[in-house]
T-cell receptor, first 113, second 115 residues
Framework: LAKTTQPISMDSYEGQEVNITCSHN???????ITWYQQFPSQGPRFIIQ?????VTNEVASLFIPADRKSSTLSLPRVSLSDTAVYYC??????????????WGLGTSLAVNP | DAGVIQSPRHEVTEMGQEVTLRCKPI?????LFWYRQTMMRGLELLIY????????DSGMPEDRFSAKMPNASFSTLKIQPSEPRDSAVYFC?????????????FGPGTRLTVL
């Protein structure tokens, strides 16, 4: 069964680049790796998703090595508003085309002035 | 679209009472997910549906919890009887299967307090 591991918390300062890594073994070979952001009193919000190599959007980049046993969410030049909890989400195989969804426990990022 | 709609937003009840949480997914989405979130246990996936059919309910804590999806636009999560340890925020989310259904859209949540 797939399992995820990510740091419980991280600290950073405004303007710095932040990299959060999630380790995940035994994920489904054809499933995506997804990251979410959650602010207090809100539901998680999709940030970025990738299958392998590197994906970039207007918010973040996602780096996935060839073995897909980990992924790194990169937030460029963070601001105070990036203070949130960040979750990785991967899939394990169930019967047919369905997946068992495995969420990480979340990394609480604190951005300081 | 209004997004995922959940009701009620807050629920306070007494131990032993039945609680029903409701969710309306985004129109056209074919996956629906129920989550529970607490400080102690974090975000837990309880159950998810594909085209109204339950796919994985291994996260449902015990027989007191049940979830139904009678049609594509409505789902309920019921707790009977409720216990103080069920106090949590319950989220509903929906997604559309394209290459992956991992892009889930979450509702605002229902904050449940069981006294």
């Amino acid at each position: 069964l797939a399992k995820t591991t990510q740091p419980i918390s991280m600290d950073s300062y405004e303007g710095q680049e932040v990299n959060i890594t999630c380790s995940h073994n035994n994920i489904a070979t054809n499933d995506y790796i997804t990251w979410y952001q959650q602010f207090p009193s809100q539901g998680p919000r999709f940030i970025i998703q990738g299958y392998k190599t590197k994906v970039t959007n207007e918010v973040a980049s996602l780096f996935i090595p060839a073995d897909r046993k980990s992924s790194t969410l990169s937030l460029p030049r963070v601001s105070l508003s990036d203070t949130a909890v960040y979750y990785c989400l991967v899939g394990d195989s169930l019967a047919g085309n369905n997946r068992k969804l495995i969420w990480g426990l979340g990394t609480s990022l604190a951005v300081n002035p | 679209d209004a997004g995922v709609i959940q009701s009620p937003r807050h629920e306070v009840t007494e131990m032993g009472q039945e609680v029903t949480l409701r969710c309306k997914p985004i129109s056209g989405h074919d996956y629906l997910f129920w989550y529970r979130q607490t400080m102690m246990r974090g975000l837990e996936l309880l159950i998810y549906f594909n085209n109204n059919v339950p796919i994985d309910d291994s996260g449902m804590p015990e027989d007191r919890f049940s979830a139904k999806m009678p049609n594509a636009s409505f789902s309920t999560l019921k707790i009977q009887p409720s216990e103080p340890r069920d106090s949590a925020v319950y989220f509903c989310a929906s997604s559309l299967y394209r290459d992956s259904y991992n892009e889930q859209f979450f509702g605002p949540g229902t904050r449940l307090t069981v006294l």
